[in-house]
């Protein structure tokens, strides 16, 4: 059905610079990227009324490139279908590769971007799980200049991130990573494509033989944020691996997360499931 | 605040077209009130395809793409498809394979495949159902429609694969 | 010939849809258009307080109306006449239309419903068909005395509960109508439907107009599966209101949330059983108690009750049988047509109960049915003796055979104790009566004329609406094939009640099997005119038809011929005890679905279905094909994805987002065959098979998950929250 405009614009910024003045002095200026999440928004009559400022045709917001310490840059515009197809990213960050492919379908993938994903803030996102195992800085760009900081410090409720008036998420950075790391990505939707997460897990893990050296454990759809499962992580960091660590890490999980029930499952079917994918990751490396 | 209307140049099919709009209106409502009836509304969440058309070459739902993203576009919509009456590979495969049953989400799901057989010129089934995911069918079941793409890729000599 | 009966003959109008061309509803724009929008009732019941226009708008702009306004009578006319077209006093369910709005400019229009608001003063909603204390229809079926049998302490009692959730029937393109309204001429409109009869026969009481005075035209309709059999006549009364009021021409197109909060979806269910088996597995006795949903309104309850109670017991040779069934009331929309109408939910249940009453005597699923399966000469519950052939015992063979069953049984059942997903196979036997209930076809009486055109070619005319199943094509083969002509010479008149006789409904499976065989009739009376005119000699040429055909038109101003349905011989059915021959005649079934269920995430998928029937005759094997695949997909999603949300009686999971029908990813090859054992009174053979594909999937699944995992499943859908309930519980 034909979306209500009153009240909207969206103006389409030549350069970076200009759209940046733009969200600093317009109160009512908002980001627009892809317009996947948006326009859906807008669509069901919830978008807040604004200037939307597009910045999809900023080419500086757009590309993926090696960083000069061998990590990855994700600049903010980069949609999912070049993550997807990018061999940088199959190369070294498959997990995010893997999400760009769960994200909607082609024409979805097409259009959404990374800096989008990101800055719809959803705790369903399928890319945020990848980033937080990762290690990912997010970089925001105002007027005023360039800040950075670790991704896991970004979200800070429901819906809530660090972005501060008039700032943009700019680029994503990701660290290079020691050879040996094994990544596991599965996300548990609706049905196979096209599916909103009920429980994403992004997980990797470094094995000194059957010592795990090192961990990462990023889970999404099971609390306000995509989160980080601390307590399992150090269930398991610098343990020799086994099936009574991995029912400790396991445990562990449910202190981590705080799922709710909601249209799509239960909090009790997300619990569960969210400790069985931990478990069946780890059980992989025994 | 209200937006001025927007004059957006873009070429449809081939030629040069002129859309007007607000520049947050939908692609699809741009394109349909142009005459281009065959882009339809099956949703208006991206989640159907039944919107689906092709812009600078890749596979769009034009229910989620604002009108200002169409300026300077080359797009493609199901009546760019066929030369005159000479029925594009796909669309003969999907009418000799029964593709079609109700035909409401054909356009799109032609498209969809036109765009899949572009990238992956050798699907398997797999990579057809992948490639498909994102146009939901209620009629077929999709079986027609995954051997009408995989027909289709048969038949298609690498001139109709670049159209 | 390539395009006679039993080809493969391209779809008509094929070309028209894959190349943009063809015109539905929403893509034609009537000169002076108006766009309607719908305001509905927040709340599940209540007595509407008032009407508030938001003061800030100039309501001048826009034509309005409300119950008041309505110059014939306020009732949709379909059974029992209980639904409003516009509420007045009271709502009856949340969405519920109260007042209609038209704009010329369609953002006007949309934004209209953020500046209307009904103040409902709130009643006690009943929520749940098990809370509902009202009842729309009931029927009993008896056979035998169950009572009596029942108290045979040699018997083996199996009771067991079923229930099925709400089906949205997602046709990808929403309702549609436009309206037009004029004095002289009447109202006519044009749109999205099933059923061109139904609404003109429901427009003239509301406008209170002579239905002389009415004509509905269907344009190309972007799927129905009966969610456009009924409801468009709501649709169409609202677009003809607006239309009457303003003067203008008006269109009215429903979003997908509302059309999915809004229209009707399939009835809700839950069947008791109770059954006494002999301890080898032959069916004594049978007691079911069948309930439906039917929301606030009647609308089809009654029929969709019929035929679900006629269903119930199956497939099988059972000397007493008891069904009661019961629509209720309860305050949600209300409910309506959906692809097997009642069949589905009630055969769900029985098939689920068969495999349980396996599994109670330690009998192999496939063996139970073969110990009580009907064969020819035999009585079903209703009183129908069947007296064509049927060979359901060959059919599971094929179909077990066709899908590795017994191999695949064993191998799961030894892989599966150590597997993370867990696999099944499961099956189910049932079949599906063609054509309307009973004297239903009698009453409908319908008729299809063919007509000689100037040209030289044929022209069918019949209200049998092409909804994507094959009508066009099925017809023309069919007159093609009788006619002794090409496909290219017959045309198919657009569904217009100013042009086309009343064929009856795209409904219940009769359109080629009732319908195309009058088709078959009326051609052959065209042809019977050419030769007993001597226009023709009694063996002809295609090129001699059409020069007889033209000369013949030129000389007599026209060549027509008219077929009305007459019902088969010896068919008896007694509406009063409702017993006798149900239907003309049944097509038989035999499906069975593999899974893997993997126990990490509880999800259930389907990958593999095999599906076997016996039809009658194929028409065309592409589209007969497609109608089974595409049954199976639909049952699929029922089965394991489709969830209507409910929070206080309204939908809340109204996006195609949150409502999960499976994407091309989510089905497995759907792998059919078809069986032929002709039946007379359908043409070429043919029986009815549209709705056949929607009954078998769902148990088909529940038993192979049943399989799988050992768990007991018996409420549809099976999420894979359920699945993690049952496993949890065991």
Redesign the interface.
Known sequence: ??????GFDLIAPASLDEALRILASDRDARPFAGGTDLM?VLE??HLPPGRYVSLWAIRELHGIARDDRGGLVLNALTSFSEIRESPLVADAFPMLALAAREIG?IATQNRATIGGNIANASPAADSPPALLAYDAEIELLSIRGRRRMPYGDFHTGYKKMRLEPGEIVARVVLPSRQVGWRDGYRK?G???????SK?CLAASVLMDGDDVADVRLALGSIAPTVVRCRAAEDAVRRRTLSEEVIANATRAVLTDIAPIDD????A??RS??AQ??VA?FLRDSL | MTATPARIECTINGEPRALEGHPMSRLLDAL?AAG??????????G??G?CAVLLDGTLVNSCLTPLAHASRAAIT???G??IREQ?HAV?QS?????G????????GM?LAAVDLLRRVPNPTEDD???G???????????????AAVLDACRRMPATNAER | MATGVGQ?A??R????????????V??VAPAGLLHGTTIRSPAPRGTIRGIRFDPSIDWSEYTIVTAADIPGANVVKLITEDQPYLASGEVHHAEEPVALVAHPD??RA??AR?HITIDIDPLPAVLSMDDADEVFKAYTVRKGDVDAAFADPTLVVVHGEYSTGAQE??????NGMIAVFDADTGVTVWGSMQCPYYIHGALAALLNVPDTRVRVVQM??????GGKEEYPTVIAGHAALLAWKSGRPVKM??????DMAATTKRHPSRTRHRTAVTRDGRLVAMDIDFLIDGGAYCTLSPVVLSRGTIHAAGPYDCPNVRVQGRAVRTNVPPNGAFRGFGAPQSIFALERHMDRIAATLDIDPAELRRRNFVHTGDTLAVGQTIREPVDMDGLLSRALELSDYDAKRREFARANPSA?VRKGVGLATFMHGAGFTGSGEVHLSSVVAVEGTPEGSVRVLAASTE????TNTIFSQIAAETLGVDIDDIEIAQPDTAVVPDSGPTVASRTCMVVGKLVESASAGVRRILVDSGYLPASYTRAQFRDACERYVARFGSLRSTSRYSPPPNVQWDDETYTGDAYGTYAWAAYVAEVSVDL????A?VDDFVAVQEVGRVINP??A??QI??????AIGWAL?EEV?WREGRM??A????Y????????P??RVQFEEVPYPGGPGGAKGIGELPMDGAAPAIFNAVAHATGLDPRDLPLT??RI?ALWNAR
């Open positions: 059905m034909i979306p209500v405009l009153d859906v069901a009559g379908g548990v609706t049905r196979r494509a096209q599916a909103i429980v249209i799509r499952s239960t009790q079917y569960a499931v069985n994918l069946a | 349909r281009l009836t065959g882009t339809k509304e099956g949703c208006g969440e989640e159907c039944a919509t199901i009546e498809l066929a029925l669309q999907f009418l000799e394979c029964g079609a049953q109700c035909g409401i989400c054909t356009p032609v057809v159902r992948a498909l995911a994102g146009n939901l069918c209620r009629c077929t079941g999709y079986m027609r429609i995954f | 493969p391209l779809r109008e094929g070309r028209a849809k894959l190349t943009g061309r063809a015109l539905y929403d893509d369609p953002m949309a934004a953020r029937q997602l046709y990808i393109e929403p190309e309709t972007g799927g129905g599966f197109i429903y979003g997908r949330a509302e993370a909804i994507g199943q094959g990490r995430t509880w999800q998928h592409t589209l094909q497609g695949e595409g049954g199976v997909a639909q994805y949300v809340a999971n996006q195609m987002t949150n999960i029908m499976p994407t091309s990813m989510d089905l090859a759907i894979p929250e993690m």
